[in-house]
């Protein structure tokens, strides 16, 4: 079999999933999207995520453009690694494609949920099954057209590097890791960006309703209520498919370079797909992780009166199986059963085909078993909420010392599951094996991310159904979904943790052979101090995330002040509020805001590494493991009081009492809630991107600092 | 001259320390205590100090028992390392008197602390100046016991080891750091125990208070008053003496064992101290800085009207630059000019005595700078606490994420600031000149515990004459005082976190040494996994502190509860409360809550170690960083929540409006201090102890993984 027909192969594979996102989508378009009311209010909301994707996008285009220039100059002299040439300007298109996949898949994303939001809540109007049908078919788009994409722009670029040019293997995979870079930095900028402009516009309508107007945060009569659910749509739907596109594309990558290790050893071999099936195997898993997403997304319906959880579940582990099955199957076929080889890191090592087939396995299953320790941490059902609802009643204090204690704790577990994943995939083959186990945990990716976004599309059905004013069954039921999708976006939470962790971790591996280094060091000063500054940046990232939502919402304070002063009638619900002003400020503060912390990103490791090349191997090491467990902690402690509140609103019985809104111990659990909200939908989960582009310049930049 | 002579007389600088500090603390006790009401105060809080640590020290016995007869088994067969026996059943011995040092310090400590406190209160009932000077005095005895029964201990342990035996210096220098095992363990437990114990009484008597009587936390009726008072004592007082202590041995030892990777280079030198002249420089160091630090007391005094900080400045920072001038002069006649020494992690390094004072100094000017980088952040003066204040208005939330921000962002700068100390410490002299930089730090640890401990004695009085109901102009001027002391509690809480740091470092450094190993290189995948778990302890071990404390508050409440319900007439004021109960209760839970965080610090290395040594390598650098970093967190959050709720009661504008006690800004900054009190307290600062611990146990059991 020639090895070109796979490569050929690879591409379609992203093709299939577009088109099938595409089905999908007009599936979803062609529902009835209700009322008049219904229609109007998701046309504001709507209106406002294009608004703020297209100010976010015309920033992002001017930085995409410059630093492909920048890119474009620096390869422009050819530079040799072990008497090989690694570089070319083509690093600027590599990039160039990789930021429009990454900003395409958001757009989709986005556009695809707001349509999906409304028909959801009408079809919520008929019963359970039919909204979750529609919920889970806009984000089953979403999560196709993410690694679609991601298939198609680097299976596309290797077929072209590859067929076009007579670089060497290694160049190309080269030249394609800043398609990496590309996606990274527009997922940084829409993770921070989307993210602040959730939290500003939910924590401003919501304190702003509450000090001017007694007005609760989703009442048409409070003008933040479209921003918020705006919020919603790019931060929570863009923002999580941005950062798993770049996990997505980044583990990938990374274990494509640590591939090339290999092409020595695999030369010669009688292969289906030669030398390269080392390169290539990355790509063909996740093809066949595509399909297998295809297949599992049939496993997803349930009855009338039956459960959406136990339907979801059947899809998202269902698929983890059959994968399981599928990637024994492939890489049985494309690796021979042992080889061994000598990589710079990793010095000699004698590598079985079933030794990767493991690693994957490994990687597919601590996926799921941090998020089952997230979920365990972030459920309503489970002890650690039950105690931070207890802590409710001696004051907002305690509750958030208890919170605070809940998401310490919760580092542990899934720092060990990551300890044993790491040792235990090395074990089976290597970096390669650690690569390829980030792999592995990301092949399903396309459902796993249907599952995912699934759930704010469900959160933004309800907003609908209360703000037109529906009976109250279909709340019911549109809470019902968005109950599920909270422990869902937990999972899914973890998963992306965990998911960056490795990537991270494949890209700091592949940055190291690349930048010729055997060995970091940390008894080395440079290499410690480096390792105490990466430690240091996820704090101050996160600082200034928290301090840009703190901004963003007075600004979103005094929008909604100025309007209750100044429109006549506004507070008795005669006179409609300017929501697109509020849209406006949530927006210009989101754009403004996302610049430092962005740059702080970049800037950073060019700098180190323009140092010292070890210190910047001890920055990406400390960056990990801290920026990892401080997302951990942020994340489940934010999850965790939001649940606790939940959990006391739904009048579950604490300790005999039942509290139930409107108590002190609410009021308290409510200020949990609203610190955990930049905590978990802010500065959390823009560490993932934080340590996997800190990564992946590195990577970029490895052969100009060899 | 005779090498001897110089180790006999470094213990007799001890000596001079302690009869010092006895001269100051008789002159303490004549002072007068006041009026009935405040003896029989004052007597009830000693009484609940003295019982506190009888019970703690009771339970410790054991332990310290237990271990001691572990290490002199486990150390009964002789072990060799390049060919030399490095190990002796005499490290139960050491152990045992480190242990016992560092208790009794603490007793020392607490026990002038406690006669100190109303002699303060009736010092202030004349003027500011005697109240300073009976507070400083209190602190400098607390001090100069530190100091000085460090530099006894250790310095009589060398000198009987050495004259007694036959051993190699090598040998003698590994038998002695079971010394700072000793101190590190006995630290732990009375950080955390102390730690525990104040801030649950605090907590508890806050808001029982509030809860069940609407009494404030420092009235009378408050059956849990003089609980919280004795917790100043317990935690503060005895918990940062501790703290210090470990800190102060444990780079003297760390230097000592990398001094003996010169002895080959220093065999035959002509130098004074002979070819031990490296490994005696740490001790002879700290015993000319603790000349200096009594020198600098007497720098320390202010006329009526003058200003307390500068007379506290003016000690210490006075006690610093002559520090400088000393060391100079005491390296030059130390060490020769220039000396070149392979050594197994640095490698071949050329070595000067100017790099070496060079380093000294580092140490010295690092730790004052971080201590400005907290005051900056955490004084009431500053735009930090500004802004908290400002966003208290909105209410706790974001007070709240605001606090949490600024504890973030104010880890940046030490992190810069370590990272250039360890890099320039390096280039002076390779790893011995990181170590020496540490005991540069400490050397004028004598007097900058003086003003450490000076703040909660001052505390203390204020307390003591709000119970005693004395005019409110000597209440006035312990505020004052107090006031002054949360300055220096901050420059002190820096303090101690940046000389952790680095002896930890020091130690870790040693622990290679020792381990003979030479590079712990990250990529390794058990390395990495060592480095991610050392990472999650701080989280859970802080999360265990936080969680003890919950526990502990409770138990407090539901006590304070009882005896309002079963006093008949305590609310009314003509009914006693129980006091003994409650600071039994706080004693019972902080002993019976300080074993597992305890336990967990000291057996993970242990366990990690026998698995392998590279591992726990890869623990260590983790531990150090992410514990470094998270306790600044900790601590600067809960320094600014605390200054910002000051700021509000003390009537600063805020934005031109003055806000006061009462107001809803007011409870939402105690929100905030609440959620700050286990923060900067317990868990911030028991992490200190963490690092250091598990790096003490790693060279401590290094000859058996080696």
Same mark, same amino acid.
């Given at each position: 079999?020639?090895?070109?027909?796979?490569?050929?192969?690879?591409?379609?594979?992203?093709?299939?999933?577009?088109?099938?996102?595409?089905?999908?989508?007009?599936?979803?378009?062609?529902?009835?999207?209700?009322?008049?009311?219904?229609?109007?209010? @998701?046309?504001?909301?709507?209106?406002?995520?294009?608004?703020?994707?297209?100010?976010?996008?015309?920033?992002?285009?001017?930085?995409?453009?410059?630093?492909?220039?920048?890119?474009?100059?620096?390869?422009?002299?050819?530079?040799?690694?072990?008497?090989?040439?690694?570089?070319?300007?083509?690093?600027?298109?590599?990039?160039?494609?990789?930021?429009?996949?990454?900003?395409?898949?958001?757009?989709?994303?986005?556009?695809?949920?707001?349509?999906?939001?409304?028909?959801?809540?009408?079809? %919520?109007?008929?019963?359970?099954?039919?909204? &979750?049908?529609? @919920?889970?078919?806009?984000?089953?788009?979403?999560?196709?057209?993410?690694?679609?994409?991601?298939?198609?722009?680097?299976?596309?670029?290797?077929?072209?590097?590859?067929?076009?040019?007579?670089?060497?293997?290694?160049?190309?995979?080269?030249?394609?890791?800043?398609?990496?870079?590309?996606?990274?930095?527009?997922?940084?900028?829409?993770?921070?960006?989307?993210?602040?402009?959730?939290?500003?516009?939910?924590?401003?309508?919501?304190?702003?309703?509450?000090?001017?107007?007694?007005?609760?945060?989703?009442?048409?009569?409070?003008?933040?209520?479209?921003?918020?659910?705006?919020?919603?749509?790019?931060?929570?739907?863009?923002?999580?498919?941005?950062?798993?596109?770049?996990?997505?594309?980044? /583990?990938?990558?990374?274990?494509?370079?640590?591939?090339?290790?290999?092409?020595?050893?695999?030369?010669?071999?009688?292969?289906?797909?030669?030398?390269? /099936?080392?390169? &290539?195997?990355?790509?063909?898993?996740?093809?066949?992780?595509?399909?297998?997403?295809?297949?599992?997304?049939?496993?997803?319906?349930?009855?009338?009166?039956?459960?959406?959880?136990?339907?979801?579940?059947?899809?998202?582990?269902?698929?983890?199986?059959?994968?399981?099955?599928?990637?024994?199957?492939?890489?049985?076929?494309? &690796?021979?059963?042992?080889?061994?080889?000598?990589?710079?890191?990793?010095?000699?090592?004698?590598?079985?085909?079933?030794?990767?087939?493991?690693?994957?396995?490994?990687?597919?299953? /601590?996926?799921?078993?941090? $998020?089952?320790?997230?979920?365990?941490?972030?459920?309503?059902?489970?002890?650690?909420?039950?105690?931070?609802?207890?802590?409710?009643?001696?004051?907002?204090?305690?509750?958030?010392?208890?919170?605070?204690?809940?998401?310490?704790?919760?580092?542990?577990?899934?720092?060990?599951?990551?300890?044993?994943?790491?040792?235990?995939?090395?074990?089976?083959?290597?970096?390669? $094996?650690?690569?390829?186990?980030?792999? $592995?945990?990301?092949?399903?990716?396309?459902?796993?991310?249907?599952?995912? #976004?699934?759930?704010?599309?469900?959160?933004?059905?309800?907003?609908?159904?209360?703000?037109?004013?529906?009976?109250?069954?279909?709340?019911?039921?549109?809470?019902?979904?968005?109950?599920?999708?909270?422990?869902?976006?937990?999972?899914?939470?973890?998963?992306?943790?965990?998911?960056?962790?490795?990537?991270?971790?494949?890209?700091? #591996?592949?940055?190291?052979?690349?930048?010729?280094?055997?060995?970091?060091?940390?008894?080395?000063?440079?290499?410690?101090?480096?390792?105490?500054?990466?430690?240091?940046?996820?704090?101050?990232?996160?600082?200034?995330?928290?301090?840009?939502?703190?901004?963003?919402?007075?600004?979103?304070?005094?929008?909604?002040?100025?309007?209750?002063?100044?429109?006549?009638?506004?507070?008795?619900?005669?006179?409609?509020?300017?929501?697109?002003?509020?849209?406006?400020?949530?927006?210009? @503060?989101?754009?403004?805001?996302?610049?430092?912390?962005?740059?702080?990103?970049?800037?950073?490791?060019?700098?180190?590494?323009?140092? /010292?090349?070890?210190?910047?191997?001890?920055?990406?090491?400390?960056?990990?493991?801290?920026?990892?467990?401080?997302?951990?902690?942020?994340?489940?402690?934010?999850?965790?009081?939001?649940?606790?509140?939940?959990?006391?609103?739904?009048?579950?019985?604490?300790?005999?009492?039942?509290?139930?809104?409107?108590?002190?111990?609410?009021?308290?659990?409510?200020?949990?809630?609203?610190?955990?909200?930049?905590?978990?939908?802010?500065?959390?989960?823009?560490?993932?991107?934080?340590?996997?582009?800190?990564?992946?310049?590195?990577?970029?930049?490895?052969?100009?600092? %060899?």
């Amino acid at each position: 079999m020639n090895y070109q027909l796979v490569t050929y192969c690879i591409p379609v594979a992203g093709v299939i999933a577009l088109v099938f996102a595409m089905v999908r989508a007009r599936w979803v378009n062609r529902q009835d999207p209700g009322t008049d009311a219904m229609i109007e209010i @998701a046309g504001a909301i709507s209106r406002g995520a294009r608004a703020f994707l297209r100010r976010e996008y015309r920033v992002l285009g001017f930085f995409v453009l410059a630093v492909a220039v920048l890119l474009f100059f620096v390869n422009w002299q050819e530079r040799t690694l072990d008497g090989e040439v690694v570089n070319s300007p083509m690093v600027a298109i590599s990039f160039l494609v990789g930021a429009l996949c990454s900003g395409l898949a958001g757009f989709i994303g986005m556009q695809v949920a707001t349509r999906a939001n409304v028909r959801t809540t009408h079809a %919520a109007r008929k019963g359970l099954a039919p909204a &979750l049908n529609v @919920a889970f078919s806009g984000g089953l788009v979403m999560g196709l057209s993410v690694v679609g994409l991601g298939i198609l722009g680097l299976g596309s670029l290797f077929l072209i590097y590859d067929n076009l040019t007579d670089w060497s293997p290694t160049r190309v995979v080269n030249v394609i890791a800043s398609f990496s870079l590309g996606a990274s930095s527009i997922a940084l900028f829409a993770r921070v960006g989307g993210g602040i402009y959730t939290k500003a516009a939910d924590v401003g309508a919501d304190l702003a309703g509450k000090v001017y107007a007694g007005i609760p945060e989703d009442d048409p009569r409070n003008p933040a209520t479209i921003a918020d659910n705006v919020g919603d749509n790019v931060g929570d739907v863009a923002g999580m498919g941005a950062d798993l596109f770049e996990s997505y594309v980044g /583990s990938i990558i990374g274990t494509m370079v640590l591939g090339t290790g290999f092409l020595a050893a695999f030369d010669g071999m009688d292969l289906p797909t030669g030398m390269l /099936s080392p390169v &290539l195997l990355p790509l063909v898993l996740a093809g066949a992780g595509i399909l297998v997403s295809v297949a599992g997304s049939f496993l997803v319906h349930t009855r009338e009166g039956g459960s959406p959880q136990k339907a979801l579940n059947l899809g998202e582990f269902g698929a983890s199986a059959i994968m399981a099955v599928v990637a024994f199957f492939v890489i049985r076929w494309m &690796l021979p059963e042992s080889w061994s080889a000598t990589t710079p890191i990793v010095g000699s090592f004698s590598y079985t085909s079933l030794g990767v087939f493991w690693a994957v396995l490994i990687g597919l299953a /601590s996926g799921v078993f941090i $998020g089952l320790s997230t979920e365990y941490f972030t459920s309503t059902h489970t002890p650690p909420t039950l105690e931070i609802a207890r802590q409710s009643v001696t004051g907002p204090a305690t509750n958030i010392i208890s919170g605070l204690g809940v998401g310490m704790y919760s580092t542990g577990i899934p720092a060990l599951i990551l300890a044993g994943a790491i040792i235990g995939a090395h074990a089976c083959a290597g970096l390669y $094996g650690v690569a390829i186990a980030a792999v $592995g945990m990301l092949s399903v990716t396309g459902i796993q991310l249907a599952v995912d #976004a699934y759930g704010p599309i469900s959160d933004n059905a309800g907003g609908i159904a209360e703000m037109a004013k529906l009976p109250p069954e279909v709340r019911a039921r549109t809470d019902k979904l968005d109950a599920v999708g909270n422990t869902t976006a937990a999972i899914g939470k973890g998963f992306a943790i965990g998911s960056a962790a490795l990537t991270a971790l494949a890209l700091f #591996a592949a940055f190291m052979q690349q930048a010729g280094m055997e060995t970091i060091n940390v008894a080395a000063p440079h290499i410690l101090a480096g390792l105490l500054l990466g430690a240091a940046l996820p704090y101050v990232f996160s600082a200034m995330a928290m301090a840009a939502v703190g901004r963003a919402s007075s600004d979103m304070i005094n929008e909604v002040g100025r309007q209750f002063n100044e429109i006549p009638g506004l507070r008795e619900g005669t006179a409609s509020a300017e929501y697109a002003r509020c849209v406006d400020i949530s927006t210009a @503060a989101a754009i403004r805001e996302m610049i430092a912390p962005g740059l702080l990103a970049l800037v950073v490791p060019v700098v180190i590494g323009f140092i /010292s090349k070890d210190m910047l191997g001890g920055l990406l090491a400390g960056v990990t493991v801290s920026g990892v467990l401080f997302a951990i902690f942020q994340s489940n402690a934010g999850g965790a009081w939001d649940n606790a509140k939940k959990r006391i609103e739904t009048g579950m019985s604490i300790d005999g009492k039942v509290l139930g809104k409107g108590t002190e111990a609410h009021k308290a659990a409510v200020a949990g809630d609203t610190v955990g909200d930049p905590f978990k939908d802010t500065s959390g989960p823009s560490l993932n991107i934080l340590i996997k582009l800190i990564a992946v310049v590195a990577l970029v930049i490895a052969p100009l600092i %060899a």
